[in-house]
């Protein structure tokens, strides 16, 4: 499968401080880049979709400047998270799908866990 | 709204036994179906997907689809205590983005 990285994989942090992730597709290009959230013990939850050179579309509660995504290329999209609290603790992972249509299946980064103290 | 439903688990089967993972979906216009595997702490890592009818055998995972009865699963055959994970289905949305509905995952349990 296609391969997606994330950095960093681990981030702590004091309230109120942002928070930038990066999300990399290594071997493909991902037209579409796709950011989720998921709390222990929880689903995924998709909090944006984004196109390269498009802003993201947001899913209904997702703050969107709360949450800043960037999609400069097809290869990278950022998602900042700005004055982060307690409650933005979470694991972040983002997933990279290639090319057009409705059947292409999504790849997965490792994640990125942050801690808001 | 497009649902996806699993049972939650956990679904405990004995070494070299076959691991019957289930999921059903409300959208009956949803095309593609992804089953992903998911390790405590770590990100989903996709395992299958199937578009027809019938079913996908990949080495010892089988996908199973009806889209009629709107259900699809996933067959583990001889479970290793590796296969111990949280699978999560997901279903194609047609609308906007494509973007994929997500199970909450049935955690599996292998025990040696």
């Known amino acids: 499968g296609a391969v997606v990285s994330q950095h960093p994989s681990r981030v702590i942090c004091k309230s109120g401080t942002s928070v930038k992730i990066e999300c990399r597709s290594l071997d493909f290009q991902a037209t579409t880049m796709f950011w989720y959230r998921q709390f222990p013990k929880q689903s995924l939850m998709l909090m944006a979709t984004?196109?390269?050179?498009?802003?993201?579309?947001?899913e209904q509660g997702v703050e969107k400047d709360k949450f800043l995504i960037n999609h400069a290329s097809l290869t990278l999209s950022t998602l900042t998270v700005t004055s982060a609290h307690p409650e933005d603790s979470s694991f972040y992972i983002c997933s990279g799908r290639a090319g057009l249509g409705n059947l292409g299946e999504q790849f997965f980064g490792p994640g990125t866990r942050l801690t808001v103290l | 709204q497009k649902e996806v439903e699993q049972n939650s688990g956990p679904l405990s089967v004995p070494e070299g036994a076959i691991a019957s993972l289930n999921c059903t979906y409300s959208?009956?216009?949803?095309?593609?179906f992804f089953w992903y595997r998911q390790y405590s702490g770590k990100s989903p890592e996709l395992i299958m997907f199937?578009?027809?009818?019938g079913d996908k055998e990949d080495g010892r995972f089988t996908a199973q689809l009806n889209k009629a009865s709107q259900y699809v699963s996933l067959l583990i055959r001889d479970s290793q205590p590796s296969d111990s994970a949280t699978y999560l289905c997901?279903?194609?949305?047609?609308?906007?983005?494509?973007?994929?509905?997500f199970g909450k995952g049935t955690m599996l349990l292998v025990s040696p």
């Open positions: 984004s196109n390269e050179g498009s802003k993201a579309t947001y």
């Open positions: 997901a279903v194609n949305s047609r609308s906007g983005y494509s973007t994929l509905t």
């Open positions: 199937i578009y027809s009818n």
């Open positions: 959208d009956r216009g949803s095309q593609s």
